[in-house]
């Protein structure tokens, strides 16, 4: 069943990916060439129910992409790669690589899949829409939806436990582990 699942939804998550990866590449690709270093701090202090606010939103927003024929999703798949790889480029020039790894890694292991699982869902539903558009009916809209459902649960349920080790634990490794 788990096998299966993962067959039929295998090309929206590659889509999912590849997209970000493009984001991030674009994001990397327009970091100025010289930053200010800062203060030292990687960032403010971040609120648990705003963060976790801010992340459903997201996923909310890649997994209803459907709705907008998978446009709203491409873009959010987009500009949040974009925006990691920004941030990324940007951290690595000033900050050494395990302290960034520290920063995200906690949070971001759980993160980066709910992002792409949830892509996956706007982008399964849209797949869906188009081939039945085009007189394909390989999949029923109902598996579809089901399917993008199950996607954007598993997304859901990854950034809520995402939020606290972002707040809580990845925010203050580097300073912890230096």
């Not at 949040?80 to 971001?108: C, E, F, Q």
């Amino acid at each position: 069943m788990v096998r299966q699942f993962y067959r039929a939804n295998a090309v929206p998550v590659l889509m999912a990916l590849t997209l970000y990866v493009v984001g991030a590449a674009i994001g990397a690709a327009l970091a100025p060439a010289r930053a200010d270093r800062g203060t030292g701090t990687a960032v403010d202090p971040i609120s648990l129910l705003p963060l976790v606010q801010h992340n459903l939103l997201v996923v909310l927003a890649l997994g209803l992409g459907g709705l907008t024929m998978g446009l709203s999703t491409l873009l959010v798949l987009v500009s949040n790669g974009a925006t990691v790889g920004l941030g990324l480029t940007l951290a690595l020039r000033s900050t050494p690589i395990a302290d960034v790894l520290l920063a995200i890694a906690p949070h971001g292991i759980l993160e980066i899949p709910a992002t792409l699982l949830a892509g996956a869902a706007g982008l399964k539903v849209t797949q869906a829409v188009y081939a039945r558009t085009c007189g394909r009916r390989s999949t029923s809209m109902r598996t579809a939806l089901r399917d993008a459902l199950v996607l954007l649960s598993l997304a859901l349920c990854l950034v809520v436990v995402a939020a606290p080790l972002e707040v809580y634990v990845s925010l203050h490794l580097p300073q912890l582990a230096g």
